[in-house]
């Protein structure tokens, strides 16, 4: 009974490394989304995937990157860390657009 | 652009007390609404999903209602717990089903024993 994994739970960055953020689900979901959360701010959506092979940009795209090769799966990839991209990362899925989004426990990623 | 607002930002309750949470959205034009709980270091757990078409939804202690004509979404907690204590979500989406998802930034739930 796993639903959303996110891997790992913390990372600390040096500015300009690059590093993947995993996530799977076990659920059989199509869709699948990647957030940031900052302090005292909503979550923010960055990229999300309605089935393998397809994936499309959401509101902060820019410095992610991400690809949909399995239903399971659905990486996050930061190529050139900056400073501001320290967040919490939370990975998502549901079964279809208009059913509950089922979160993972975060991804915090520092980047100094 | 949508915005999702809650207010307010904290409250603090004794145990037992009926509380309601708010929540309004400037785009009546959503596909539907979502409640969410948050623990402190933990990802989110959906709690309530309104649909577009509907009114309100149940689930045990907790009722969501939805006015899309106003712009507002509440959530009401009967009897509420100490366990109740979390961070609650206001989420809408727009755009059909692949739209986005837009986040209030939450009301700080304590609640005192």
């Known amino acids: 009974n796993a639903g959303v994994t996110q891997t790992p739970k913390f990372r600390i960055l040096k500015i300009g490394q690059s590093m993947t953020l995993q996530c799977t689900q076990d659920?059989?979901?199509?869709?699948m989304y990647w957030y940031r959360q900052d302090p005292g701010m909503g979550l923010k959506l960055i990229y999300y995937?309605?089935?393998?092979?397809?994936?499309d940009k959401g509101e902060v795209p820019n410095g992610y990157n991400v690809s949909r090769s399995t239903t399971e799966d659905f990486p996050l990839r930061l190529e050139l860390a900056a400073p501001s991209q320290t967040s919490v990362y939370f990975c998502?899925?549901?079964?279809?657009?208009?059913?509950?989004?089922?979160f993972g426990d975060g991804t915090r990623l520092s980047i100094l | 652009k949508q915005e999702v607002t809650q207010i307010p930002a904290a409250l603090s309750v004794p145990e037992g007390e009926n509380l309601v949470l708010n929540c309004s959205f400037t785009?009546?034009?959503?596909?539907?609404l979502q409640w969410f709980r948050q623990d402190p270091g933990k990802g989110l757990t959906s709690l309530l999903l309104?649909?577009?078409?509907?009114r309100e939804q149940t689930s045990g202690r907790l009722n969501a209602s939805l006015d899309k004509s106003s712009g507002r979404s509440t959530l009401y907690i009967a009897a509420s717990q100490p366990g109740d204590s979390a961070t609650y979500l206001c989420?809408?989406?727009?755009?059909?089903?692949?739209?986005?998802?837009?986040f209030g930034k939450g009301t700080k739930l304590s609640v005192k024993p």
């Open positions: 995937s309605v089935g393998a092979g397809i994936t």
């Open positions: 659920m059989n979901h199509n869709y």
């Open positions: 989420a809408v989406k727009g755009g059909g089903s692949q739209g986005n998802l837009i």
């Open positions: 998502a899925s549901s079964f279809s657009g208009n059913q509950p989004q089922h």
């Open positions: 309104i649909q577009s078409s509907q």
């Open positions: 785009d009546s034009a959503i596909y539907n």
